[in-house]
């Protein structure tokens, strides 16, 4: 059971300067003022903790008089003040006696765990070729409290350095798990040097590797990565591990996933990756038309689902599958000659490997724009007129992008070029917003659990 942190920050409020006075028992707990835009201020506790604070403040005679009560289980606590009137000193208390950290105070989690470990998929996603996508390693299956507790860690701020930045502030739900945002913002205000990628179904790649350049053999390697990226999240395994453990409620949720309380580094690698590969859309247009031949289609998208996998197109060379994702390869698709960001060739500096770049799932692909490891399409109606138009012949372009291959001894030849009309532009694109899946995006089980009103 933790004490409950006597913190206690006194602030000093004039026209022309302001003075923040702290005391701190706590090293991790910081006070901060500043200038919201109205001219007034704001007081930020960069970690409050799952904590219940107190506002007050003094005109410099007389009594404190009481504000609201705050209550942040996650993230930073923002307080805006108006410094106009008497007022002239403030205080922010932790309450006496704040509630213990516990799961049902903190998080809104229903009794019984949702149902991460058995979704009840439709045929086509059962086959051979799907379960052979499938990543997970013999030891970490999912199981319904494992990935709750991925679930609850996903969306928790206490694993980035100030507490601002969670791994759901660049893989949004509603984004199909991705970012909006060309570049994301990491937790002190720089820019990742790659789009995020969407996380739907990313549970299925052959491959099994994960980044944009597969530098991570696993998934479960994977996830550690952005929480220890100085420009991500900036923190060290062990303080995240520290953080953690002194939250309250955590303990329950390990109990519950991994049978004790204790916090580890392989125990969040575990939950989070099982969180991650439950994230899995079944429930498309897509996917209801597979079982009636995509009677469910309109002509327009019917004409682009035969682009897609025909002549015309050949989309589905690299996009395979009912998931729209590779076999066992990985591609250079002509972005660009040189390319700036070299993808697998910045991993194993070998030109040869220059402008390889895993191709995620396009499952709900319409919601993660921009496109590319760069994010450099705004629209997928860009990424159709460069298929179309735009393959840059760079020396390792992948040979499905490429002309017919001449007889032998010749130059290998120059990239294809579709030649689409403006319709079939539009059918195409039409089919891949047939992959939007609005049914796990909006989902509650894979949405944000955390309480924010104060009580
Ligand atoms: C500041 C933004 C940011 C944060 C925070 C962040 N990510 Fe990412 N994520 C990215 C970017 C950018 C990439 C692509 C990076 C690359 O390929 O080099 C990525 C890639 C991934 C991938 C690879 C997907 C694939 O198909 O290969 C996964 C999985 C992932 N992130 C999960 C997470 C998890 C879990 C967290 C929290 C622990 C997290 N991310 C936090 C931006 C972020
Ligand atoms: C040679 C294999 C290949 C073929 C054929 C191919 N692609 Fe791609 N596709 C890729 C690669 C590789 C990437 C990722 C490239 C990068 O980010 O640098 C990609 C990325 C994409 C993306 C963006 C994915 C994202 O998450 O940002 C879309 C959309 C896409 N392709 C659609 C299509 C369509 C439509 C066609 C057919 C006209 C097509 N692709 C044909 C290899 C291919």
């Not at 379960?131 to 990935?147: D, E, F, K, R, V």
Request: aromatic share 10%; with cysteine; proline share 8%.
């Amino acid at each position: 059971m933790k004490k409950p942190i006597p913190l206690f920050a006194v602030i000093l409020s004039t026209a022309a300067s302001a003075q923040v006075e702290v005391f701190l028992p706590a090293q991790e707990v910081s006070t901060r003022m500043g200038r919201s835009v109205g001219g007034g201020m704001t007081l930020e506790v960069e970690n409050p903790g799952n904590h219940t604070w107190q506002l007050r403040s003094w005109t410099g005679t007389g009594e404190w008089t009481n504000h609201s009560v705050y209550k942040v289980p996650n993230g930073r606590l923002s307080i805006p003040i108006d410094p106009v009137g008497p007022t002239r000193f403030y205080q922010l208390v932790s309450v006496d006696s704040p509630p213990a950290s516990t799961v049902a105070g903190a998080l809104e989690l229903p009794v019984t765990p949702f149902n991460y470990a058995n979704p009840t998929l439709p045929a086509h996603l059962t086959t051979p070729q799907i379960l052979g996508q499938i990543n997970t390693p013999g030891n970490n299956a999912i199981t319904n409290a494992g990935a709750t507790l991925g679930r609850v860690l996903f969306y928790d701020k206490r694993m980035s350095a100030n507490q601002t930045v969670s791994c759901s502030s660049c893989h949004q739900a509603e984004h199909g798990f991705s970012d909006p945002a060309r570049f994301s913002t990491g937790f002190d205000g720089g820019l990742t040097g790659r789009n995020s990628m969407g996380l739907t179904n990313a549970r299925y790649y052959l491959r099994q590797n994960f980044f944009w350049d597969e530098r991570a053999a696993t998934l479960e390697d994977q996830v550690l990565e952005p929480i220890q990226n100085h420009i991500e999240m900036g923190i060290t395994l062990d303080v995240m591990v520290s953080r953690i453990q002194a939250e309250g409620f955590y303990g329950q949720l390990f109990t519950a996933a991994f049978g004790s309380p204790q916090v580890t580094t392989t125990r969040v690698s575990r939950a989070l990756s099982q969180f991650v590969r439950s994230i899995i859309s079944s429930n498309s247009k897509y996917d209801q038309g597979v079982p009636v031949g995509f009677s469910n289609f309109t002509a327009s998208e019917s004409r682009g689902r035969n682009i897609f996998n025909g002549g015309a197109g050949g989309c589905a060379q690299c996009h395979g599958s009912d998931n729209f994702v590779p076999g066992n390869a990985i591609f250079n698709n002509g972005l660009e000659n040189p390319y700036t960001d070299k993808g697998l060739g910045e991993v194993t500096g070998a030109s040869a490997d220059e402008g390889f770049f895993k191709v995620p799932s396009l499952r709900n692909i319409a919601l993660t724009a921009p496109y590319m490891h760069d994010g450099r399409f705004a629209t997928l109606e860009q990424v159709v007129e460069f298929y179309n138009s735009g393959v840059v012949a760079h020396p390792n372009l992948s040979p499905q992008l490429r002309l017919p291959p001449p007889p032998p001894g010749n130059p290998p030849p120059g990239p294809r070029r579709l030649n689409l009309t403006n319709q079939q532009k539009a059918d195409l694109v039409a089919f891949l917003r047939t992959l939007t899946d609005l049914s796990v995006t909006t989902d509650e089980k894979f949405l944000d659990p955390f309480r924010y009103e104060a009580p």
